[in-house]
């Protein structure tokens, strides 16, 4: 696994909301934005916002609290099957899998995964976000 953090997703109450706060600081969202989620580009890396309840039941581990304080990690590959086979090394080095590797409903490939303390990390293979040489992702 590459040494690389390519999203922070912010689990939110109210996405619309959280969006309208990020905008009036300033901040201007990009690439696949709708109701549902929301991405900013901050230099190479994507803040993501995402409704609580979504992000926990799309990470496999139930429920968020309704206040949206959860948070998933994200770690981008080049490849598709680059994504099992970092869910190997993950289990390898004991951590757990919340979510097995499978296609998603926006065109890519995902897993989640949670380090020995439980924190949470997706890694996913996203056709429409190239990553450069370096690693960094870029949004459209």
Not at 77 to 82: A, C, G, L, S, T
Request: charged share 20%; proline share 5%; hydrophobic share 45%.
């Amino acid at each position: 696994m590459e040494q690389r953090l390519s999203v922070v997703t912010l689990g939110v109450a109210d996405v619309a909301r959280a969006r309208a706060f990020y905008e009036k600081l300033g901040w201007k969202a990009r690439g696949p934005t709708s109701g549902e989620v929301a991405f900013f580009q901050t230099g190479g890396l994507v803040l993501a916002l995402y409704g609580g309840k979504d992000m926990a039941r799309d990470a496999g581990v139930g429920t968020a609290d309704p206040a949206g304080h959860g948070i998933v990690l994200a770690h981008n590959v080049r490849e598709k099957d680059e994504v099992a086979a970092l869910v190997d090394a993950w289990k390898t080095a004991g951590g757990s899998v919340t979510k097995a590797p499978a296609d998603t409903s926006w065109g890519g490939h995902a897993a989640c995964v949670a380090d020995p303390d439980g924190h949470l990390w997706e890694i996913a293979w996203n056709p429409f976000w190239p990553l450069g040489e370096n690693g960094e992702v870029s949004l459209p």
